[in-house]
């Protein structure tokens, strides 16, 4: 079981705003603004999306946006594109003697 | 440019062990830690552990404690991760990751090494 509950899957047609939720507690995402996101496609290594809640880094699209409100983090995607049809893994520093734990991911479909 | 370049696939028999490396290049290897991220068929990803590159201090994943071993080779900016006493549910994919401490989270990853134990 992992740390943060993630729903198993989402789906949104092209050209709509999707969001993927990642539900944690006070000791990890509540507690600290160090929530990131990472996309995986198939057979890839992930890939971060977003760090510190809602950074992103040089090179992703600002279709990806995240934020945090108390205990839970969200992943929104606008524009879908076929391309992002992919697992999606959000991850939080925590408390805990591990420092990072990962969300269960999220199978994103674009219809 | 950062990379991290990973060895290749390994099958292994149950009861043996795997050293599976990861070689960087693009920073100052010292400048970061390393953790190592694993993924089972059809599954997500488990956190293994953590090693500063620094310093060699190490912190594991509480499961593995006592199987798995971190290390890294300054001279060569090589991380190593070995797990002994292979079981069949350690298949997996196995990665590692840069990890960037201000922000924690894993900036860089490798492409992933397949460890396949079967009998």
């Known amino acids: 079981q992992s740390a943060l509950t993630q729903p198993a899957s989402v789906s949104g047609s092209p050209g709509q705003s999707i969001t993927i939720s990642c539900t944690g507690t006070s000791s990890d995402v509540g507690g600290y603004n160090y929530v990131s996101w990472y996309q995986q496609h198939p057979g890839k290594a992930p890939k971060l999306m977003i760090y510190e809640v809602s950074n992103r880094p040089s090179g992703v699209s600002n279709r990806f946006s995240g934020s945090k409100s108390g205990n839970t983090a969200s992943l929104t995607i606008s524009g879908l594109q076929a391309e992002d049809e992919a697992d999606y893994y959000c991850s939080s520093y925590t408390s805990s003697s591990t420092h990072v734990v990962f969300g269960g991911g999220t199978k994103l479909t674009v219809l | ?119």
């Open chain 2, 1 to 119: 440019q950062v990379q991290l370049v990973q060895s290749g696939a390994e099958v292994k028999k149950p009861g043996a062990s795997v050293k599976v490396s990861c070689k960087a290049s693009g920073y100052t290897f010292t400048s970061y830690g390393i953790s190592w991220v694993r993924q089972a068929p059809g599954q997500g990803l488990e956190w293994m552990g953590w090693i500063s590159a620094y310093n060699g201090n190490t912190n594991y994943a509480q499961k593995l404690q006592g199987r798995v071993t971190m290390t890294t080779d300054t001279s060569t900016s090589t991380a190593y991760m070995e797990l002994r006493s292979l079981r069949s549910d350690d298949t997996a994919v196995y990665y590692c990751a840069r990890f960037e401490e201000r922000a924690s989270c894993y900036d860089y990853w490798g492409q992933g090494t397949l460890v396949t134990v079967s009998s």
